[in-house]
């Protein structure tokens, strides 16, 4: 009885593990990388557009491994490439630490986000759609609240290592952190054995978790649906807002006359917040049509970042300037919170588990296009004006109305589409 427990509740391990992982790397790789920006801008003087280029320059190369991601993590599971990314990620950071001049930088965001690409969303939620169905809006919430629980959690911790110690030395700790904590929870995101629905369960051992898989779509077959196209074009219009905070937003505050420190809890706040609507409010995504909550937490979003770029000078209005900053982390949190696991767990309602990183992974290449360009427009725009209101604004308004065009995605039928080819 025990153990038919335990496997039941595995589906719940692998999630609470995938948030874990998530927390961690892709933590890492943005919510903490502003810190890293501030760093290098005091002690070398380099221009915004230059730091910020290096994200663009990242963003290229994950459009082009994002494809490439989801056949890995399909073909050799996503435990394999979770090790293998955390590894990669760990080399990185210490590559970081060595940094001496902007190339060497480059260089060491490229190998980071090399690892955080093969080792962690794709894989991650890959392994969570494989081991829910009923409650998959839900699992996919909790695994995903990894991503603002780097904001949370990480944000601060990273801070004050930066301040005890120096970024340099914070780098190569959080190389060590990395390798230690993707290495066993790999293991745990094993796929479950898999069956086809139709077999029956009766010679199955009491204790081996089995999933049954459907007649899912092929990546050919998902490809020609408008949905297929339409769900990573609605992810990347938002991915415009969400860039634009990841990499620009901590130095949008302290550019506000907040202190570093002050920045990084108006950060936390927002983490803290997503972490409890992903966490508790996933279940939404579970009762209603998953196209009608995506975009209305997409203009919740662009709210936030909005709220953000009319944040005044704390000089002019401190009370002002708190009460906007509290409001962008309020909004921004609802708003990502509730966006991110439906607009994945939609993916994997659509056309099922068998080609889930496939699907991601080639929809990935259009999502990953605004992270290109949103990193280097705005550092460019920046050092040219000398403020972040203009284009923040227009990146709230792109996500906001991007969000309508999901309601455009209609669920496609496989037997039609089969039919129609």
């Not at 961690?24 to 230059?50: K, Y």
């Not at 279940?283 to 979003?301: E, N, P, S, T, V």
Request: glycine share 10%.
């Amino acid at each position: 009885m025990i153990t038919k427990s335990f496997y039941d509740l595995r589906p719940w391990f692998v999630a609470f593990s995938g948030m874990a992982l998530l927390c961690l790397l892709i933590g890492l790789n943005t919510q903490c990388m502003g810190l890293f920006f501030i760093a290098l801008e005091q002690e070398f003087r380099w221009s915004r557009a230059l730091i910020s280029g290096a994200f663009s320059v990242v963003r290229i190369e994950g459009s082009f491994l994002g494809p490439i991601e989801g056949f890995l993590a399909d073909k050799f599971g996503p435990d394999t490439m979770i090790l293998i990314g955390g590894v990669i990620t760990s080399i990185g950071f210490v590559i970081l630490g060595l940094v001496q001049n902007p190339w060497m930088f480059y260089i060491s965001l490229l190998v980071i986000t090399a690892g955080v690409g093969l080792g962690s969303f794709i894989p991650v939620t890959t392994s969570v759609n494989w081991w829910f169905k009923k409650h998959r809006n839900t699992g996919l919430g909790i695994a995903m609240a990894g991503v603002p629980a780097g904001a949370a959690l990480l944000l601060p911790l990273v801070t004050i290592l930066i301040e005890i110690y120096n970024w340099r030395t914070t780098a190569y700790l959080l190389a060590a952190a990395t390798f230690v904590v993707c290495v066993p929870l790999s293991q745990v995101m094993r796929k479950p054995k898999v069956i086809k629905e139709n077999t029956t369960l009766d010679n199955e051992p009491a204790n081996s978790h089995t999933v049954s898989i459907e007649d899912d779509f092929s990546l050919k077959q998902a490809m020609k649906t408008s949905a297929f196209w339409i769900i990573p074009s609605v992810h990347a219009l938002n991915g415009f807002t969400t860039h634009a905070v990841y990499v620009h937003g901590l130095i949008r505050l302290t550019d506000a006359g907040f202190s570093i420190a002050v920045a990084s809890t108006v950060f936390a706040i927002y983490g803290f917040i997503e972490i409890l609507m992903r966490v508790f409010g996933s279940f939404i995504g579970d009762l209603i049509d998953k196209r009608h909550a995506i975009w209305i937490f997409c203009a919740i979003q662009g709210l936030g970042v909005v709220f953000l770029a009319l944040i005044p000078d704390t000089s002019e209005n401190s009370s002002t300037a708190i009460m906007m900053a509290y409001l962008f982390a309020i909004t921004f949190a609802i708003g990502h919170g509730g966006r991110g696991p439906a607009i994945v767990a939609i993916r994997g309602e659509y056309f099922g588990r068998a080609n889930f990183g496939k699907i991601m992974g080639v929809g990935g290449f259009i999502t990953s296009l605004t992270g290109i360009i949103t990193p280097i427009a705005l550092g460019y725009y920046f050092d040219q004006v000398g403020d972040y209101v203009i284009p923040f604004i227009i990146c709230g308004l792109l996500t906001g109305l991007g969000g309508l065009l999901i309601l455009f995605a209609k669920k496609p039928n496989l037997i039609q589409e089969s039919e129609a080819n």
